[in-house]
């Protein structure tokens, strides 16, 4: 069984850490496919030019998932055109007033010639589907290059409905893009849901999805976490976070509003 994997955002998120929990699950996912014998995982990255770039310099700088296949176009010339980008943000922050000036213009010019080159970019290599059995995004929309490819079955994971049912508890460009990604489905489509309370706001929100298309599959702790016995550890533990010898709470999630005060009664939280 062949298995297109999008790896996007593992690009945006190489970019800009912090890596959040989606980024976590999306790069374990990666290599928890890599390792599986039941699947051929074959990666893929959905979307502009850039993001291809980003998904490249991930990979460059982890050796283990670039031995899987990702077939794509030879992206040679914007590979040059995305550095020298990147050269002229560098030293614009720093450069005196006139130079910065004139790096700016030049920056502005090299936009303009990525943006044109784009409208003959296709984000995914059309050979890499042809022979595909599961197309599986972990976070992004479904392109439409896989929606018009009948023998590929789409599945999509759903992390939450929170930018679009609790808009007040996130920033306000988060909600456009979840909009695109659930406008993605289609009756043919499959999702995964990281949680019973996820799918049930998914099929309460969308009338395009069969809720019997919709699987829960909870989230699994890494292999880092696990439980600790030793009381010499434990005791060194506490001594170095200046924990009391009393029960506790500890939270590991960001510090969202959503997540570090009560949740109203019917919010999806994961």
């Not at 007033?97 to 059309?126: C, E, M, Y």
């Not at 759903?158 to 979840?178: G, N, T």
Request: hydrophobic content about 35%; glycine content about 4%; some cysteine.
């Amino acid at each position: 069984m062949k298995v297109v994997y999008d790896i996007s955002h593992l690009g945006f998120s190489y970019y800009f850490p912090p890596a959040k929990g989606v980024s976590r699950v999306v790069e374990n996912l990666a290599y928890g496919l890599k390792d599986s014998t039941e699947c051929e995982v074959v990666f893929c990255s959905n979307g502009s030019s850039a993001r291809l770039n980003n998904v490249l310099d991930y990979l460059q700088a982890n050796p283990q998932l670039a031995t899987v296949p990702f077939p794509y176009k030879n992206p040679t010339f914007k590979r040059s055109l995305y550095s020298a980008q990147r050269q002229l943000f560098k030293q614009i922050d720093g450069a005196p007033k006139t130079k910065g000036s004139i790096l700016r213009t030049v920056r502005k010019a090299l936009g303009g010639i990525d943006r044109a080159t784009d409208l003959f970019h296709q984000p995914i290599d059309p050979k890499i589907l042809t022979d595909a059995h599961i197309y599986h995004s972990p976070y992004e929309a479904i392109p439409l290059q896989v929606r018009e490819a009948p023998h590929i079955k789409p599945f999509l994971t759903v992390h939450d409905l929170i930018p679009i049912l609790h808009p007040h508890y996130c920033q306000s460009s988060q909600k456009a893009p979840l909009e695109k990604i659930l406008e993605s489905l289609t009756p043919e489509s499959w999702v995964f849901c990281v949680s019973q309370a996820t799918k049930t706001d998914l099929c309460n929100y969308s009338n395009t999805i069969d809720p019997s298309r919709v699987i829960v599959t909870h989230l699994a702790a890494s292999d880092r976490f696990f439980p600790c016995t030793d009381p010499q550890t434990q005791s060194q533990i506490r001594s170095k976070y200046g924990i009391p010898n009393a029960p506790y709470i500890l939270s590991l999630s960001t510090l969202d509003a959503r997540k570090t005060s009560t949740t109203p009664s019917g919010a999806s939280s994961t």
